[in-house]
């Protein structure tokens, strides 16, 4: 339905015959899509996106890749809409700086009034993945602390797991998510999940540093329809080919967090885009 003139995602989705997985990608990928926010958060596309769309389906129809055919879509200028900052933005603000003094009460407080005013979905893609992503830079220029990125991912993992405690409910297909041995890092596991559960997956989560023999044993008892493994170092995948190659002739199995999609491939699994919101919109059952 639109509002205002404006469309929603799912309407821009049914006008141009693109699925709103695909139109989010081409927005976060290319800049294609310039929608506005309303007071809660939520995204608003004009005709000006609708007709950039059809441009770059034809485009890609005519032989273009993705990235040229967006390039001449967008070619065309356009008027753009004046967009007021969205309502999120102070609030991550105050989150941000809650988390960088090691405030838990400011923290936790502003986490419940961006749940009480946007979706789920609008928290973990535009407020906790891009702090998340920010606060890793700044650990890795030493302009964070040890200290500050463990504190703000204590907190962060505990309150989203609060939020996924009937991700393995419901009759949708299933999904058994893992970090290969000796991988630590399981935020980004446990964002994915959720995005995974509102688009209809019941999420089993193993979490960090889990064995693949483990692994394998909850494959053959729950039968999920597909696996995913993550591990940011690619020495993991190569120390563990074995055990994983086992898994993958078990079962469909994606592997995020490697840079080497050829590595993952010749593993019997299919690579994973770097980008989260992406991700969680390409694994289909």
Do not use: K
């Amino acid at each position: 339905m639109s509002v205002d003139g404006s469309l929603r995602i799912g309407e821009l989705a049914r006008r141009t015959g693109v699925s709103p997985e695909l139109l989010r990608a081409w927005e976060l990928r290319y800049g294609l899509l310039r929608p506005a926010r309303t007071a809660g958060g939520f995204r608003l596309y004009t005709t000006a996106d609708e007709n950039r769309v059809r441009r770059m389906r034809q485009l890609i129809a005519d032989g273009l890749s993705a990235a040229e055919a967006a390039r001449q879509a967008d070619a065309v200028d356009e008027p753009r809409p004046a967009v007021e900052p969205p309502v999120v933005e102070g609030i991550a603000a105050q989150l941000r700086t809650a988390l960088d003094r090691f405030d838990a009460p400011a923290a936790h407080a502003a986490l419940d009034r961006l749940l009480a005013s946007v979706s789920l979905d609008v928290v973990l893609a535009d407020v906790l993945i891009p702090y998340l992503r920010d606060l890793g830079e700044r650990w890795a220029a030493r302009r964070a602390s040890v200290g500050q990125e463990h504190f703000a991912s204590n907190l962060l993992r505990g309150r989203l797991l609060a939020l996924a405690r009937d991700w393995g409910s419901g009759d949708g297909p299933a999904v058994l998510l893992a970090c290969l041995p000796g991988e630590a890092h399981d935020l980004g596991l446990v964002i994915f999940g959720l995005l995974l559960s509102r688009r209809g997956w019941r999420v089993t989560f193993l979490g960090a540093d889990t064995p693949l023999d483990t692994v394998e044993a909850s494959v053959r008892a729950i039968r999920p329809t597909v696996i995913v493994l993550v591990t940011i170092a690619p020495d993991r995948l190569v120390a563990h080919a074995d055990d994983v190659r086992r898994i993958t002739a078990l079962i469909p199995t994606a592997i995020a967090g490697v840079v080497d999609d050829d590595a993952i491939r010749h593993l019997g699994a299919r690579p994973l885009p770097d980008d989260i919101v992406d991700a969680a919109g390409s694994l289909t059952p």
